[in-house]
């Protein structure tokens, strides 16, 4: 509720704020993420591993399947976030617009994957992501020393 965040460096700074402001900010605050404010938290995500697969779930409050972005590449997923609203507002006497950009981006190392066969959905604001994990190989071999 005082928009304690543990665990983020990259948290906007809110110092010099008593615990009342504070609280006085999310009761009334923006409306684009209703559930968590966004500007000063990032998504949060957890991750079962299973025998063959790893299950990512990361929570997307208020956020489009437009605006999300997934990408693998040398063993790292990444998930980010590219967020722009604009209101505008016109009524008799006065004119208000506002803007607002939001971005975010977590970085899952995962090691190798199936690229071709890594599924995501969107649903109530919660990303499910299945990754398969690649067939390892062994090819152990003990070598005869002459």
């Given at each position: ?48 591993e299973e025998d063959n697969a790893f299950m990512i ?15 693998y590449h040398d063993g790292l997923l990444d998930i ?21 950009q939001c971005s975010m981006h977590r970085t899952l ?38």
């Amino acid at each position: 509720m005082f928009g304690v965040t543990p665990f983020n460096r990259n948290v906007v700074s809110r110092k010099g704020k008593d615990p009342f402001s504070e609280m006085i900010d999310d009761f009334f605050g923006d409306d684009f993420f209703p559930i968590r404010n966004l500007r000063y938290d990032t998504f949060k995500v957890d991750i079962r591993e299973e025998d063959n697969a790893f299950m990512i779930e990361a929570d997307m409050p208020g956020v489009k399947k437009e605006d999300i972005h997934l990408d693998y590449h040398d063993g790292l997923l990444d998930i980010s976030i590219e967020h722009e609203e604009s209101k505008e507002e016109e009524k008799k006497n006065y004119v208000h617009k506002e803007r607002r950009q939001c971005s975010m981006h977590r970085t899952l190392n995962l090691g190798d994957l199936d690229s071709d066969k890594i599924e995501a959905t969107l649903k109530d604001g919660i990303l499910n992501i299945k990754a398969p994990k690649t067939e390892v190989i062994e090819n152990k071999k003990r070598i005869e020393i002459k």
